[in-house]
T-cell receptor
Framework: DAGITQSPRYKITETGRQVTLMCHQTWSHSYMFWYRQDLGHGLRLIYYSAAADITDKGEVPDGYVVSRSKTENFPLTLESATRSQTSVYFC???????????FGPGTRLTVL | AQSVSQHNHHVILSEAASLELGCNYSYGGTVNLFWYVQYPGQHLQLLLKYFSGDPLVKGIKGFEAEFIKSKFSFNLRKPSVQWSDTAEYFCAVIFGSSNTGKLIFGQGTTLQVKP
């Protein structure tokens, strides 16, 4: 019963490099979300997806790209990493738009 | 703009003290309300939620919250905290009849319980 997993758990990269963070859920939830957590800001929504091949921007989408070719996977790509993208990234999923979101363990990303 | 405010950023309590964490939101319409907890080094876990019905909601680990519509508030309470309650607490809201599931989070409150 894996639930929702994220990989890698920790990542250090350099400015300008492309980075992909993976998210996988085993519940067949339709909705998936990416958040970033920064001190003083709580969690902010980056992108969300209502189903495979349906994605939309959240509060802070600039510099990020998502895709969702399969229901269970929702990768987040930083096309050209910047230091301001140093953060902890959480993936979440839910069965409906108003229901409880279940969170993954997070990925701590450091951009040097 | 839709927003969620948590007024207590850092709370320090002794074991057995009572806890109340404030949460206010900016919108006057339909809301779905959540409290999540993040223990040190762990992911977010749901403490409790309110969608409709009895405005006093009971969650896990002895926590409860009260929805007061007139005050746009959803404060979290626990009558007697334990050292193991040391964590960060987040209030979160889905506004209106959202078909997107966009959760708006408060800034979080760090609770430190001294043994």
């Amino acid at each position: 019963d894996a639930g929702i997993t994220q990989s890698p758990r920790y990542k250090i990269t350099e400015t300008g490099r492309q980075v992909t963070l993976m998210c996988h859920q085993t519940w067949s939830h339709s909705y998936m979300f990416w958040y970033r957590q920064d001190l003083g800001h709580g969690l902010r929504l980056i992108y969300y997806s209502a189903a495979a091949d349906i994605t939309d921007k959240g509060e802070v989408p600039d510099g990020y790209v998502v895709s969702r070719s399969k229901t269970e996977n929702f990768p987040l790509t930083l096309e050209s990493a910047t230091r301001s993208q140093t953060s902890v990234y959480f993936c979440a999923s839910s069965s409906s738009p108003t229901d409880t979101q279940y969170f993954g363990p997070g990925t701590r990303l450091t951009v040097l | 703009a839709q927003s969620v405010s948590q007024h207590n950023h850092h709370v320090i309590l002794s074991e057995a003290a009572s806890l109340e964490l404030g949460c206010n939101y900016s919108y006057g319409g339909t809301v779905n309300l959540f409290w999540y907890v993040q223990y040190p080094g762990q992911h977010l876990q749901l403490l409790l939620k309110y969608f409709s019905g009895d405005p006093l909601v009971k969650g896990i680990k002895g926590f409860e919250a009260e929805f007061i519509k007139s005050k746009f508030s959803f404060n979290l309470r626990k009558p007697s905290v334990q050292w193991s309650d040391t964590a960060e607490y987040f209030c979160a809201v889905i506004f209106g009849s959202s078909n997107t599931g966009k959760l708006i989070f408060g800034q979080g409150t760090t609770l430190q319980v001294k043994p």
